[in-house]
């Protein structure tokens, strides 16, 4: 059982506002990343991290930042939302072992911007 | 670079008929190649993957899938569908020796009774 978490799994916050989307994981990975996904699209990736102080740009230009303070927490934040923001955002993590080359997801966050 | 092209949006059939959801992709290096499925409002799950050997790979519930390296194909398929399966089913790469996971944009699998 993966045991990758989101916080929180539904949001609705107003324009202009600062959010934070949680992503913790127990498993020791070093890589984390943030996928962004639309209905009917495929995943976007928009930040990823190779470790603790690393964090990358991801394939889709976003204007979200994230940190990676320890190596369990990968933070996703939006000083300003606005309703283009608004989509569905996964966490993810993976070992670099050569067995064990999937990424395990959290549930999401369904992020609505009004 | 790499990319993923799943053929189909969406597909309709009915409980207990097989079906398969074609995946094809494009890279200049090797790749492992994955099929994860998402139920609603859910993340994603692993279904199988391929790294090396037999190209018939059996995954989780009843599903499997064939690596065809001389076609770049990587096609799901499942003699026997259930209702539980309706869910949308996402086929990935990811390059050998990278981290990176590129997804296609997904196929819905709708199981009508």
């Known amino acids: 059982e993966a045991d990758i978490y989101q916080t929180p799994r539904y949001l609705v916050i107003g324009t202009g506002k600062k959010i934070t989307l949680e992503c913790s994981q127990t498993?020791?990975?070093?890589?984390m990343y943030w996928y962004q996904q639309d209905p009917g699209m495929e995943l976007h990736l928009i930040h990823y991290?190779?470790?603790?102080?690393?964090?990358e740009k991801g394939d889709l230009s976003s204007e979200s930042t994230v940190s990676r303070i320890r190596t369990e927490h990968f933070p996703l934040t939006l000083e300003s939302a606005r309703p283009s923001h608004t989509s569905q955002y996964l966490c993810?993590?993976?070992?670099?072992?050569?067995?064990?080359?999937?990424?395990?997801f959290g549930q999401g966050t369904r992020l609505t911007v009004v | 670079a790499q990319s993923v092209t799943q053929l189909d949006s969406q597909v309709p059939v009915f409980e207990e008929a097989p079906v398969e959801l074609r995946c094809n992709y494009s890279?200049?290096?090797?790749?492992?190649l994955f099929w994860y499925v998402q139920y609603p409002n859910q993340g994603l799950q692993l279904l199988l993957k391929?790294?090396?050997?037999?190209?018939l790979v059996k995954g989780i519930n009843g599903f499997e899938a064939e690596f065809n390296k001389s076609q770049t194909s990587f096609h799901l398929r499942k003699p026997s569908v259930h209702i539980s399966d309706t869910a949308e089913y996402f086929c990935?790469?990811?390059?050998?020796?990278?981290?990176?996971?590129?997804f296609g944009a997904g196929t819905r699998l709708f199981v009508k009774a």
């Open positions: 990935a790469v990811r390059p050998v020796g990278g981290f990176k996971t590129i």
């Open positions: 991290s190779y470790g603790v102080n690393s964090t």
């Open positions: 890279s200049s290096v090797s790749v492992y």
């Open positions: 498993m020791g990975h070093d890589k």
């Open positions: 391929y790294l090396s050997g037999s190209t």
């Open positions: 993810a993590s993976s070992d670099m072992t050569e067995m064990n080359t999937e990424a395990f």
